[in-house]
């Protein structure tokens, strides 16, 4: 990676020259002047005791921007319980009232614009406090679902059905998200989907998405963003979108932190621990994070030739163990009013323990037994990686105007071992020695990535955005086979199995956008043009593939504001879904005797045109967010199998014709009681795959359906629970399709000390439903498989906020938010 090496050298140099790019120092202080928006806006409004309906005199209501919390202005209540807020300048606020004997309240969605500068909150009443109440807790909370221009905002923090899980069980709760038995997440029915943490790709840790998400408790999520149709600003990889998990995050003065300690049935333990501390200019941030897991299962499969109708039965047994770690720490450092320098560096590794058990049974077409053989599998897995990032905040004085700079670089290394032991049973066995085979994987991935974007405020109802992206990877494994030599009693490497293969990437793409309010409309388009240049490099076959291609990338977001309550969004994206890793390798990977895959280095990326049109109401009670959307997908990569004569099954993939995808959701939030809350999504779609590559002519459809509920209940004295119930109908495949899904989940939780700590009980599975069942059929063959795991198991949590970590925390800008949304200039 000697091009990394150089490169690394430039960026800390272009950095560095970023932050000498200062402001004039007479400027400072003059924040609004000049072609910035003016400061005439006003927010009023009246304050009252709930219960008596008398006004609060003297309260304390303080303004803050959603940007970054920063305090704007502020104002203390009349003797009539009247306040008034005045000089703001256009833009998204909030307000936070405090009074003594009251817990504080929260108002959000505060919008100023240019042709609405005052905005009357009318009367807010607010409950007094658990003292006042006989400890019946009163907390304002944020709802479940906000609806944006590009996205839908989940916020996880109440989530309880998943307390002493990992952020992949937090994603079965997501509405248009699915997880298979693999832990695979898939998006509206497409398992093509970008995983972003704090806004990079979680790629940037050397781990795929679901191995990600896997290692990342559930109580350090603070909410998770679905984005269907990304902007030009985002990498435009992943064909049904992108799914953002925003991690807590915490910034004011002093020192905070939070500790989670879980246990679960089957030995499943898990532990972080978030620490921060700020003072002055400077904000250092710790973070940890582990899990010890252990896990089993079982798993069964029939497959049938069907031209001389014989049979292959396998029934098998796994125990599974991992020990992760994360560590993170990092500082924010402002080296003026205008200039923010922050930087990080994470540690994580994972060590894991697999063994599989099967039994084959080989049966003739009267399911009389042929042969007879067990095979005993033993995986060790040990991965180790950092990664270091960089960021550069520039503002100005005009307000919104910015410019950042973000630098990130990753290495990770990966040894594995397997050892494979195949024992004939004895009256089958004849002449036949047991097979032994060890293997042995030396990998590493080293990845790059450079952004920088630029954000210009046109008048005051209107901006452009800039930006460009630089991104190079490069992964090297070294797989080696040995087979034990009965007559040498040796060990020799089977060289038609041993292989060293590398894949290299780079990408360099810019983008642009163009976003204005014309009357009731908000409306975004942007363009993202990007070279790609791929090489596949296969060693031991001494060949090489390389691939090189231009692409661009339209997006259009138009919103139609009815009332400040309704709205309608149409949006469009043009995505890409490249080939990867085991998809490219054309080397064969033996998995037992009777599977056998390979990659194909000849895939190109397939592209997706995406279309969706959607409709937000917010009721008193009730909010309606209905959508449907159309996906249209050139050369689809799919998974291929075919079997020869002997019963042996060869995987490989393949670019189809095309695929598309058709269909609607729902999404409902209703306020029953004051005590219970639901939340509920229905997804209906139409698929259709057709096929046409070399080595197939096929084509297959069908409708699906999903639905999900989740009942949130809060009772007296600091106690809530959450019941959640899931189903999801058939889903088709090239070559068959996934059988139903569906579980329950329940869980109580109790604050105590003071509310500075809570106590979780969480079941999962209640009625232990949950299977993965698979029918798969080629030209000669069908395959009926299933698989389960302990899912039926119970958590118990205990978290502690050190100075009120969760409850004072201000509403912190994402990675990902954006630095000014289309509301901000709503008519």
Do not use: C
């Not at 109401?617 to 998974?639: A, D, K, Q, V």
């Amino acid at each position: 990676m000697k091009m990394l090496k150089s490169v690394l050298s430039g960026v800390l140099l272009v950095l560095l020259a970023v932050v000498a790019y200062g402001e004039n120092p007479e400027q400072r202080g003059q924040r609004g002047s000049g072609d910035g928006m003016s400061a005439s806006g006003m927010v009023q409004g009246v304050l009252l005791d709930e219960e008596h309906q008398t006004p609060l005199m003297y309260a304390s209501v303080v303004l803050f921007t959603v940007k970054d919390s920063t305090m704007v202005s502020g104002s203390i209540s009349e003797e009539d319980g009247s306040f008034v807020i005045e000089n703001i300048s256009p833009g998204n606020y909030y307000i936070a009232i405090n009074y003594i004997g009251y817990p504080e309240q929260l108002v959000n969605d505060i919008r100023i614009t240019p042709r609405e500068r005052e905005v009357d909150l009318g009367t807010i009443a607010i409950t007094p406090d658990t003292a006042t109440l006989s400890e019946v807790t009163v907390e304002a909370t944020r709802e479940l679902m906000e609806v944006g221009l590009d996205r839908r905002v989940f916020n996880v923090e109440q989530e309880l059905t998943s307390v002493g899980g990992s952020a992949l069980d937090l994603m079965q709760n997501i509405p248009s998200v699915a997880v298979d038995f693999d832990g695979n997440v898939s998006l509206r029915g497409s398992d093509n989907v970008t995983i972003l943490i704090d806004g990079r790709p979680s790629g940037l840790l050397g781990l795929t998405g679901s191995e990600a998400l896997e290692q990342l408790p559930s109580e350090m999520v603070e909410r998770v963003e679905v984005i269907t149709n990304p902007s030009a600003r985002y990498d435009p990889d992943g064909t049904s979108g992108i799914i953002n998990i925003v991690m807590k995050e915490e910034r004011d003065r002093g020192y905070n932190g939070m500790v989670s300690l879980n246990a679960g049935t089957g030995q499943r333990y898990t532990g972080s621990a978030n620490l921060n501390y700020h003072v002055g200019s400077v904000n250092l941030f710790a973070n940890y994070s582990g899990r010890l897991i252990s896990s089993d299962g079982y798993g069964s499969s029939f497959r049938t030739n069907t031209v001389n109708n014989t049979h292959l039965d396998q029934e098998s047994d796994f125990d599974f163990d991992m020990d992760a770690h994360n560590f993170t720490v990092g500082m924010d450092y402002r080296l003026s009013d205008r200039h923010r320098l922050t930087t990080s560096f994470g540690y994580n590794t994972r060590d894991m323990d697999r063994l599989n058990y099967t039994d084959y049974q080989m049966l003739d077409s009267q399911h009389d037994l042929e042969d007879a053989f067990y095979r005993e599998t033993l995986n060790y897995m040990d991965h180790g990686g950092y990664q270091v990032n960089l960021s550069h905040e520039r503002t100005f004085d005009q307000e919104h105007r910015e410019w950042t700079t973000d630098f990130t670089y990753s290495s990770r290394g990966m040894d594995r071992s397997q050892e494979n032991e195949q024992v004939f049973m004895d009256h089958m066995a004849g002449d036949r020695p047991n097979i032994f085979e060890n293997t042995f994987t030396d990998g590493n991935m080293e990845m790059f990535r450079i952004q920088t974007d630029y954000t210009h405020p046109i008048g005051g109802e209107s901006k452009l955005e800039l930006g460009a992206q630089a991104y190079v990877r490069e992964r090297d494994q070294d797989f080696a086979f040995y087979d034990f030599d009965h007559d040498s009693e040796s060990w020799i490497i089977n060289e038609g199995l041993s292989n060293h293969y590398i894949h290299s990437e780079q990408r360099y793409s810019a983008y642009g956008m163009y976003s204005t309010v014309l009357g009731n409309y908000s409306i975004q388009g942007g363009l993202r043009a990007e070279y790609a240049d791929i090489l596949v490099e296969q060693q031991t076959m001494d060949e090489d593939y390389p691939n090189d291609y231009f692409s661009l990338f339209p997006t259009l977001h138009i919103r139609r504001n009815f009332t400040q309550t309704q709205s309608a969004q149409l949006s469009y994206s043009r995505r890409i879904n490249r080939p990867r890793g085991r998809q490219l390798n054309p080397f064969p990977s033996y998995n037992d005797p009777y599977d056998i895959s390979s990659g194909n280095p000849l895939l190109d990326p397939e592209y997706t045109n995406s279309l969706e049109l959607g409709y937000t109401r917010f009721g008193e009670r009730t909010t309606l967010n209905p959508s449907i959307f159309y996906r249209h997908t050139e050369g689809m990569i799919t998974r291929f199998r075919t079997m020869d004569d002997d019963g042996i099954a060869y995987t490989t993939f393949e670019n189809l014709n095309r695929g598309i995808s058709l269909g609607s959701e729902l999404a409902l939030t209703y306020r029953a009681t004051d005590w219970w809350r639901i939340n509920g999504t229905m997804s209906y779609f139409y698929r259709q795959v057709e096929g046409g590559g070399d080595q197939m002519e096929l084509q297959n459809e069908s409708y699906s359906w999903s639905t999900r509920m989740v009942n949130n209940f809060t009772f007296p004295r600091g106690w809530s629970a959450q019941l959640t119930g899931r189903y999801r109908s058939p889903l088709v495949m090239i070559q068959g399709e996934m059988k139903e899904m569906y579980s329950a989940d329940f869980a109580v939780r109790k604050n105590v000390l003071n509310n500075n700590a809570t106590i979780s009980l969480r079941l999962s599975d209640i009625f232990d439903t949950q299977r993965f069942k698979m029918y798969n059929y080629g030209d000669n063959f069908t395959l009926d498989s299933e698989r389960r795991r302990n899912s039926r198991m119970v958590f118990i949590g205990f978290t502690y906020r050190i100075n009120e970590y969760e409850r004072d925390r201000r509403r912190e800008r994402g990675d990902m938010d954006d630095d000014m949304d289309f509301d901000e200039f709503e008519m």
